[in-house]
């Protein structure tokens, strides 16, 4: 049958476009299906000729679009065989209709320039012929997955961000959720470009008014909260989504749910899912889409023995081969504001979870950590070693081509070294930039911590944290790791990648520093003196008051009945202090219970925090999380539990782990050849912080150097601070369970 565009052209009803066709693989498969659907209806006689199916219905049909010309070519190269071998031969006039052009561009029609690009413009305009006028009915394809896309044309970012630059009209925008903006500081993974092709696929059925997106793609955007907007815009759409979940993702180091390995359906490490958007014809406003979601886990292949050799019999490919849409085992799904998850989720604990605070609702100024762009010259284990470096870049001895060579530092678009060193050489006093600094979990170097050097050292860092007594938490705001176990105090600047190499890191700092200068507006109409806190001007050249938010606090009260002071801690009978709600915090926030019961929301949002009435527990809690402060800061005396008892040269060579059974009663952790570390629990060796695995980390960092004494006794101590963390972890849940168990209420 034939449709009419809003152009009086007649088109076939079912146009079928591969927006990213590569060389061919998915039109080459709908020939396949359509060719065997006329040899089953006995109509083959019919499928060759000048007036058979394939010239006047199959080629008018299919379409496909490709950027590089390489894939173009084998595409062409490829369908052509495809039809040969089937009976058809293209006639002088005939061509496929798969151009070569970027189907992200804009559609507007190209004007040839020059003789050499008419070629090109004509393959340009046809297909921008086809995304402007045919109504496509079916988008399938497996389109690139690109974080950093290079794909930044105008058209397709303004669609995006929900403007049709082509009719003029404001149309549904991926970074917008509920009406409002998604306030993401850093929305990036929206512009990847599986997301533009998801948007320009979304858009051409939107103007056919009807039709299927079936695309295989990166699985991020089921359940990371940066997509929300983007799911909640194709609910709209569509009537029907589908959502097969590939799983696959090393990067998460996902496992079966039975503990047996899974494999990616392709060899990559992102984890990828299978999208089929069904979009209905209908003139009534259309409710939000029907949303069901399946998981498919484990190996890729199983073969077992059968008398004509191995027969795949089982894994993902088997299962993909053997079911379709009908044969799929759907869970259904109810979408909810804030983030329209296209994940299952447990609805009464969701519930449960969200009467908690968000961290960020509890400590409203935080920041993601900071980012040097150039650690291996900003950061270093020694000051006097970092120090020697800003002063050759201080020293006019140098030249810019000196110091680039020595130190292969880079200009960027942000940073240049030049202007950089002439700063430096006008600061007299430059050295007070020379501070430490929490590099990774229990492990503290020296950072030159000045925009001269660090790209973003970020100014609530510098303000709050840098050189003050202060308090930090941090932890992520989402991560790709099946278990949450991402946060981690600091008392000094953190870097992004502190708890999570993948996912930044966000610090929120416990008290807030303001100069002399602005105690007086600080102080201003405050909600701590009518809460009971101190509300007085403390005479010193800083004064801090607490990052917590009035009405947390306001709630903690209530709940507590104790009085809130605004610095140090309370009696925790009559009153209670910032480190005392930190302590709790900690606490809580170390539960294997907690990690466990709210795994699923932990893994897409900040943390949110169940606050007591209980005041028994209250107190346990904040005497157990102050033990892990103390700990964590190695404040702490404590036992070593480990020996370091074979001479040699002390050089970290290659880490490994020996557990007992192997070749001794202890654990061993070796860092070459002859020496070890003995007496290391297998738990200890295991115990990670966020994406960390702190014993093995904190080693492999140091791959190459002589350890020193400090450095021997330093790792002695992170062995045994991360046993008793274990022991106080299990507290937490003891205190818990002995005061009525979840949810904490």
């Known amino acids: 049958k034939n449709d009419k565009t809003e152009e009086s052209k007649e088109f076939h009803r079912v146009l079928i476009l591969d927006p990213a066709t590569g060389t061919g693989t998915f039109l080459h498969s709908v020939i396949d299906l359509i060719h065997g659907h006329i ?11 000048e007036k058979g199916y394939v010239a006047q219905h199959l080629l008018p049909r299919i379409f496909g679009f490709e950027l590089l010309m390489a894939p173009y070519a084998v595409a062409h190269m490829k369908l052509g065989l495809q039809l040969s071998n089937i009976g058809y031969d293209f006639g002088a006039d005939e061509r496929l209709r798969v151009y070569l052009t970027n189907t992200l561009d804009d559609v507007f029609s190209l004007k040839s320039l020059s003789p050499f690009a008419e070629w090109i413009a004509r393959e340009a305009n046809a297909a921008g012929e086809v995304k402007q006028a045919a109504p496509v009915m079916v988008i399938l394809g497996n389109p690139p997955y690109s974080g950093h896309s290079a794909n930044k044309g105008l058209w397709i970012n303004q669609l995006l961000k929900g403007f049709d630059r082509r009719t003029g009209q404001q149309t549904d925008s991926y970074f917008e959720v509920d009406g409002k903006s998604l306030g993401e500081r850093n929305p990036k993974w929206l512009n990847d470009d599986y997301v533009k092709f998801i948007r320009f696929a979304q858009w051409r059925i939107e103007k056919t008014g009807y039709g299927v997106l079936a695309f295989v793609t990166n699985h991020g955007y089921l359940d990371n ?16 989504i589908y959502l097969l979940d590939l799983h696959g993702n090393s990067k998460k180091k996902e496992r079966s749910p039975d503990g047996t390995k899974d494999e990616n359906v392709f060899d990559i490490q992102q984890g990828v899912a299978v999208g089929i958007f069904v979009k209905r014809l209908s003139e009534e406003q259309k409710a939000p ?3 069901r979601h399946a998981d498919l886990w484990g190996r890729r292949e199983v073969y077992e023995d059968c008398p004509e050799g191995k027969k795949l019999s089982g894994g993902k490919y088997h299962w993909l081969w053997e079911n379709d849409l009908t044969t799929t085992a759907w869970q259904p799904l109810t979408p909810q504001s804030p983030f329209y998850l296209f994940v299952p989720q447990d609805a009464d604990l969701r519930t449960e979870y969200e009467r908690g605070w968000k961290i960020t609702e509890i400590m409203p100024v935080n920041v993601l950590g900071f980012q040097t762009h150039r650690d291996h010259f900003a950061v270093d284990f020694e000051r006097e070693t970092l120090r020697s470096r800003i002063v050759e870049m201080r020293d006019n001895t140098f030249s810019d081509d000196d110091m680039h060579s020595r130190y292969d530092v880079r200009d960027n678009r942000d940073w240049h070294l030049s202007v950089a060193r002439r700063q430096l050489r006008g600061m007299d006093d ?3 930039h020379l501070i430490r600094c929490a590099y990774r979990p229990f492990d503290t170097r020296f950072c030159y911590f000045s925009d001269t050097v660090v790209d973003r050292p970020r100014r609530e860092l510098l303000d709050h944290v840098a050189g003050e007594n202060n308090l930090c938490l941090n932890t992520v705001r989402q991560t790709k790791m099946t278990t949450w176990q991402h946060v981690i105090l600091s008392d000094a600047p953190a870097p992004a990648v502190y708890v999570e190499i993948k996912d930044g890191s966000t610090v929120f700092p416990l008290y807030l520093y303001a100069d002399y200068d602005d105690k007086r507006a600080l102080f201003v109409d405050t909600s701590f003196s009518n809460l009971g806190g101190k509300g007085k001007i403390e005479e010193e050249k800083n004064i801090r008051r607490p990052n917590l938010a009035p009405a947390f606090i306001k709630k903690c009260t209530d709940c507590l009945g104790m009085t809130f002071i605004s610095d140090g801690r309370g009696d925790r009978v009559k009153t209670f202090g910032p480190e005392d709600v930190f ?11 907690y990690r466990g019961r709210y795994a699923e929301f932990l893994k897409i949002d900040f943390p949110r925090l169940p606050l007591t ?7 346990s809690l904040c005497e157990i999380g102050g033990q892990l402060v103390a700990l964590h800061l190695m404040e702490t005396p404590i036992r070593f539990m480990t020996s370091y008892p074979i001479a040699g040269n002390n050089t970290v060579e290659a880490v490994r782990y020996s557990a007992p ?13 002859a020496q070890c570390f003995e007496g290391v629990p297998p738990e200890v060796w295991a115990f990670h912080v966020g994406g960390y695995q702190v014993c093995q980390k904190w080693l492999k960092d140091r791959k190459g150097r002589l350890l020193t004494y400090d450095d021997i006794t330093h790792y002695q101590r992170i062995v045994a601070v991360l046993a008793e963390t274990i022991r106080l972890m299990a507290a937490v849940d003891e205190a818990i369970a002995a005061r009525g168990g979840w949810p904490i209420g």
């Open 39 to 49: 040899l089953k209806a006995g109509q083959t006689g019919g499928w060759s000729g």
């Open 289 to 291: 889409a029907v949303v």
């Open 430 to 432: 430059w050295e007070k």
């Open 661 to 673: 059974g192997e070749g001794s009663e202890v654990g061993r952790v070796w860092i070459n050849k």
């Open 583 to 593: 302590d709790y915090i900690y606490a809580v926030f170390h539960s294997p219970a």
């Open 613 to 619: 009435s209980n005041i028994e527990l209250f107190r």
């Open 225 to 240: 909260p940066t997509f929300r907007g983007m799911r909640q815009s194709l609910m709209r759409t569509f009537d029907e």
